[in-house]
Nanobody, 125 residues
Framework: VQLVESGGGSVQAGGSLRLSCERS???????VAWFRQAPGKEREGIAA?????????YSDDSTKARFTISHDRAESTIFLQMNNLQPEDTAMYYC????????????????????WGQGTQVTVS
């Protein structure tokens, strides 16, 4: 399974971006998640989506208030809509996937995701 992220870039504080994660294989039931990592910081989870049910999970309420995870009808592309971006959101954003149920959006939970994209950089100034 290959994951390819796109949509990153530079934006001013308060702006929005929509990240995309295209999957090379989408049959079956998967959990697809977004993580990010800033230089010198630990990887942190943002949101996850379980394709069978469409259930979504967010790392915390403040993230849920600004970010939205979704997928297209074919479930081959997962999106992360990010609104009201702030400088602290600057990081490399990664798409990750695992078969079956979602694992926690924690550093230890991230190790249960078997497939990762190459990342897309988001810079907020």
């Amino acid at each position: 399974v290959q994951l390819v992220e796109s949509g990153g870039g530079s934006v001013q504080a308060g702006g929005s971006l929509r990240l995309s994660c295209e999957r090379s294989y989408s049959a079956g039931f998967w959990c697809v998640a977004w993580f990010r990592q800033a230089p010198g910081k630990e990887r942190e989870g943002i949101a996850a989506l379980y394709t069978q049910s469409g259930d979504t999970y967010y790392s915390d309420d403040s993230t849920k208030a600004r970010f939205t995870i979704s997928h297209d009808r074919a479930e081959s592309t997962i999106f992360l809509q990010m609104n009201n971006l702030q400088p602290e959101d600057t990081a490399m954003y990664y798409c990750a996937a695992k078969v079956s149920l979602c694992s926690p959006l924690t550093p230890s939970g991230s190790r249960q995701y078997n497939y990762w994209g190459q990342g897309t950089q988001v810079t907020v100034s």
